[in-house]
């Protein structure tokens, strides 16, 4: 419960980007089953942090 209350906080502050650092992308998966419109870049290697870094620039 303090989960969802938390992203849809950040969410209400203004926050729709979020970064996910590790394998997988369990957060990314909960992140937009509470707002489909949010983006989640995941980092699990050199190649996502590239792709995120260049996403977010």
């Known amino acids: 419960m303090r ?3 938390s992203i849809q906080a950040l969410i209400a502050m203004g926050h729709r980007t979020f970064l996910e650092l590790g ?3 369990v957060v990314a998966g909960l992140i ?3 707002d489909k419109d ?3 870049h995941s980092v699990e290697d050199s190649a996502s942090l590239e792709a995120a870094v ?3 620039s």
């Open 32 to 34: 937009s089953k509470i």
């Open 23 to 25: 394998p997988g992308k």
């Open 54 to 56: 260049a996403a977010l």
């Open 3 to 5: 989960w969802t209350e």
């Open 38 to 40: 949010t983006v989640v």
